[in-house]
């Protein structure tokens, strides 16, 4: 992965609650002087955040194409990138922590590497693969570890769709085993104060997003919550920034079809709004075209 593409995927971070990370930092896991915390101070920045860390002191000062690889090895840093994207799951991360806090007091180089084995790979997996959207990285999770989906554009008819900016149809792939699973497409970036409205269709649940600049959009997957006509054999499930597709154990379907699709310049929240219309009929998964 590359400076751009960790600009790109973490720039809607910022806020992001790290409960994880700031009970590493505070009990006592931190670079004390050198790096970024040199840097902050020629700043003016008494406490610099692990977001300021990434964008002002790493990427700002980077070339756009410069490698984000191993070589960066701040333990605190990967650490909070693995939280605030969900690379990796929070009880892993938890293990994690909980390890290095008893285990690791003043073997900082041993933690680091500790932390890169954890979760780096996983991280570059996050980033190279997620579909950006306005809302920052649309992430697919399969019991809450990041899934390579399948992202296919669909065509945005100019005449049934004249302001959409983005459509796609995003496959996530899970092989039947006879257990329980989760697979969620989730914004982990969408702010806070976005206005959300749940918009179920005929064969399929959705959930729209409405923020500043008049974005809107709209995210569904092909489903019906609480499996009525059994029309899927898998249920579903609505979260506070995605959809979550609950597998069963009889469930036999391998490829689960959210889609995707978003546009700009619609009043928030103003659901007569064309756009609107527009956003919930071009991500259906379940349409042809």
């Known amino acids: 992965m590359n400076n751009l593409q960790v600009r790109r995927f973490y720039q809607n ?6 409960p994880l990370t700031e009970r590493l930092i505070s009990g006592g ?8 915390i040199r840097y902050a101070r020629q700043c003016g920045v008494e406490n610099p955040s692990q977001y300021w860390h990434l964008m002002t002191s790493w990427s700002d000062r980077s070339a756009p194409g410069a490698p984000f690889d191993r070589r960066i090895r701040c333990g605190e840093l990967i650490f909070w990138m693995a939280e605030a994207s969900q690379a990796v799951p929070a009880a892993e991360l938890r293990k994690l922590a909980d390890c290095i806090l008893r285990e690791y007091c003043g073997r900082r180089r041993a933690a680091n590497r500790l932390i890169q084995e954890v979760c780096f790979a996983r991280i570059a997996d996050a980033v190279e693969s997620a579909l950006m959207t306005p809302f ?11 899934l390579r989906g399948t992202a296919v554009p669909l065509p945005a008819d100019a005449r049934r769709f004249p302001d959409l900016a983005g459509r796609f149809r995003v496959e ?5 085993d006879g257990r329980a699973h989760t697979i ?7 702010p806070a104060d976005a206005h959300s409205c749940r918009e179920s269709g005929e064969g399929f649940e959705a959930v729209s997003f409405s923020g500043a600049g008049g974005i ?11 499996r009525v006509g059994n029309l ?17 154990p009889e469930t036999e379907t391998e490829v689960f079809p959210f889609g995707i699709a978003w546009a700009e310049g619609a009043p928030m929240p103003d659901t007569d709004n064309p756009l609107a219309v527009q956003t919930w009929l071009a991500a259906d998964p379940t349409a042809a075209s």
Do not use: M
Not at 13 to 18: A, D, K, N, V
Not at 172 to 176: E, K, N, Q, V, Y
């Open 172 to 176: 996530a792939a899970l092989s039947p």
């Open 29 to 36: 896991f931190r670079q004390k002087s050198g790096g970024y």
């Open 136 to 146: 920052g990285p649309l992430l697919l999770l399969a019991d809450g570890c990041v």
């Open 13 to 18: 971070l910022e806020h992001i609650p790290c």
């Open 232 to 248: 899927y054999d898998y249920d579903c499930k609505y979260e506070e920034n995605g959809l979550t597709c609950l597998v069963l």
């Open 216 to 226: 809107r959009l709209t995210l569904a997957l092909a489903a019906t919550v609480g």
């Open 184 to 190: 969620s497409a989730v914004l982990p970036g969408l």
